[in-house]
């Protein structure tokens, strides 16, 4: 039970970031990564003001992450996205060596997980569906309001 | 015939970053990204000196390009590499929206095309094997100097 109330916790802190790329009119997705119960690295979707398809959240904040940690390998980390990772940012977690990733809301279309064999390492932890209606809901107002 | 010298000129350009990469104790793999016959981007691996395991050649060589095109999008374009992309590396050649995509070596291991569904799009033109031996013989030389 505590954990899934810290999992919420930091899942909001993702959520905020998505909230700031819904303002800058980038597709809402945050994430957050977590080492030792502390923040270590904030991003969002910044692929149209970047001009950059790499720029996704979980990019950044991986290459956040492993500058703060002045290593490149996150092993002691956890990460909190809102949509669940493309194959890019799986790809990018896999090499990470990140140990848990926990999403909210799951990509249909899009998301890692419609791929075989795993992209990510299959000792990973998945936790999915932290705050998922509010990760969704905030994807969904994006879309209506762009049509 | 044409086409094939060609992608023989381009991927020996490749070849010189991976070269370079080589030369920087980096796992030697290169890429270039090619717009109507002009190299638009040129990147190595640089995963050791970024600190960073999304600095793929060919992350780097996606941003440069859409740098260098003013547009996230390289509908025109061809990449070049060396060894078969990782998925982190198709799934940014898929949001690139690149027609072509041209490997030197194959990737047993750690290949996209391990993978299914495709991760590219089933669109993408795929053409392997260019300099194959002299892309992998660098990758082996590194790794044989490394034990």
Redesign the interface.
């Known amino acids: 039970m505590t954990e899934i109330l810290t999992d919420e916790h930091y899942m909001r802190q993702a959520l905020n970031e998505a909230q700031i790329a819904f303002e800058k009119k980038e597709v809402p997705i945050g994430a957050v990564i977590v080492c030792q119960n502390r923040i270590i690295a904030r991003a969002h979707n910044l692929?149209?003001t970047l001009?950059?398809?790499?720029a996704h959240a979980e990019?950044q904040a991986?290459?956040a992450a492993?500058?703060f940690l002045?290593?490149?390998?996150l092993t002691n980390c956890t990460l909190y996205v809102t949509l669940e990772p493309?194959?890019?940012?799986?790809?990018?977690l896999?090499?990470?060596q990140i140990p848990k990733v926990v999403f909210g809301a799951k990509d249909e279309k899009k998301g890692y997980s419609?791929?075989?064999?795993n992209?990510l390492h299959n000792k990973t932890s998945i936790i999915s569906g932290i705050l998922e209606e509010e990760c969704a809901f905030l994807l969904k107002e994006f879309f209506r309001q762009k049509r």
Chains 1, 2 share one sequence.
């Open positions: 692929t149209e001009n950059d398809v790499t990019m991986i290459t492993a500058n002045g290593g490149k390998y493309c194959p890019m940012c799986a790809g990018g896999l090499w990470s419609l791929f075989s064999p992209i």
